[in-house]
């Protein structure tokens, strides 16, 4: 789910421009008087970041309730204008498009717009879907969500962008509604796609997700098969705090738990009490092997002083984790291997889940 909710954070800062200024009308309940706006074409947006502009930037003042986006008439264009801490309003825009924008609220966010047939249908998901967002920040927030609503609220998320190219399978928005799934359901979606909705200025933007989409199901499946406890846990050797190399094969005959994580990652960190109790209560039996990924060395260190890893910490040096990473099919941090005392893969687990330590209690009978 906090997947779903990135993605869909993301992507809601899209916009493109019409021929004419884009008016946006500002209710006089909305007390926020300037905002940041940075807009772009979208041909720029999917080039490779090497060679992509910087966005514009301007700042919009109201005035007599109403402000202006700047034209950009050379081609379908993207328009960022944040309302809040994690929300934006996302506008789409063809040259020739007549379209007004209405800012009814910022917390909770409410717009709409007028003009394109496009964006009113986008307007219209986003407002539905920022609903469902809402519930799941609220379980959030009272701590311990009960899995079961999580996943309906998941499901119906996904059913209303799903419900949506049912109804509307040649809309300019289908592609908008697809970048909301994930897995093997956005590659069902995107291969079904019609002529029409390839068409869209916005479609460019599932290429990339699509090659994502792949690698995370490629992901799972070697996930699966690493499982199986007949595959040899993937070698590797890094620097301790004191540069002495240390290999993973150092530990055979021991369970071992590898934890890749980062001081830059809360879920890691949140993570750490409960760890240390699985340290205490399985030593000498099981080693904990952490090791750092996407992280500066001075980080590490500090975060090493301040968290006080009681276990074998390690240094991965490589920016992204290299093949290390790909070899464990890390998708996310934190992830942790168990390794059995044969040097065996027995289990995979992404992120801060409680059922880890469970399979860590039955795997160590």
């Known amino acids: 789910m906090n ?3 990135t993605s869909a954070l993301a992507t809601i800062a899209v916009a493109v421009p019409a021929m004419a200024d884009i008016t946006v009308n500002v209710n006089p309940a909305v007390t926020t008087k300037e905002f940041d706006i940075e807009y772009g074409y979208l041909s720029d947006m999917v080039k490779p ?3 992509r502009p910087e966005a514009n930037k301007a700042k919009a003042t109201v005035i007599d309730g109403k ?6 008439n050379e081609g379908a264009a993207q328009y960022v204008i944040p309302t809040g801490e994690r929300e934006y309003i996302v506008i789409y825009s063809k040259p020739g ?3 007004t924008v ?3 609220g910022i917390s909770p966010l409410a717009y709409s717009v007028t003009g394109s047939k496009l964006m009113e249908d986008i307007s219209s998901l986003d407002m539905e879907s920022s609903k469902l967002l809402q519930q799941y920040r609220e379980l959030s927030a009272a701590g311990s969500p009960d899995p079961a609503v999580v996943e309906k609220i998941s499901n119906d998320y996904d059913k209303l962008f799903t419900d949506y190219v049912a109804a509307n399978p040649d809309a300019e928005a289908v592609p908008y509604a697809i970048m909301h799934l994930e ?3 956005f590659l069902d979606y995107y ?5 029409a909705a390839k068409a869209s200025p916005i479609a460019l933007f599932l290429e990339p997700q699509k090659e994502y989409a792949e690698r995370v199901i490629a992901a799972e499946r070697r996930k699966v098969e690493l499982q199986s406890g007949n595959v040899e846990a993937p070698a590797f050797t890094f620097d301790n705090l004191e540069g002495k190399a240390v290999s993973l094969q150092d530990f055979r005959g021991k369970w071992v738990i590898i934890d890749f994580w980062g001081s830059w990652c809360p879920w890691c960190i949140k993570g750490f009490p409960k760890l240390k109790e699985a340290y205490a209560k399985y030593q000498p039996k099981l080693e904990i092997v952490g090791v750092a990924c996407n992280d500066s060395r001075e980080a590490w260190e500090k975060a090493l002083k301040k968290y006080e890893l009681p276990w074998v910490n390690l240094y991965n040096p490589e920016k992204g984790g290299g093949k290390l990473l790909e070899d464990y099919a890390v998708e996310g941090f934190p992830t942790k291997a168990i390794i059995n005392p044969e040097g065996k ?3 995979i687990t992404t992120g801060e889940n409680p059922a880890f330590f469970e399979i860590l209690d039955e795997l160590m009978k």
């Open 3 to 5: 997947r779903i909710i």
């Open 183 to 185: 897995g093997q359901k």
């Open 191 to 195: 291969n079904a796609m019609t002529p």
């Open 49 to 51: 970041r090497a060679d």
């Open 97 to 99: 498009d007549n379209m």
């Open 345 to 347: 893969i027995v289990n």
């Open 102 to 104: 209405n800012i009814d």
């Open 67 to 72: 402000f202006t986006l700047p034209a950009m």
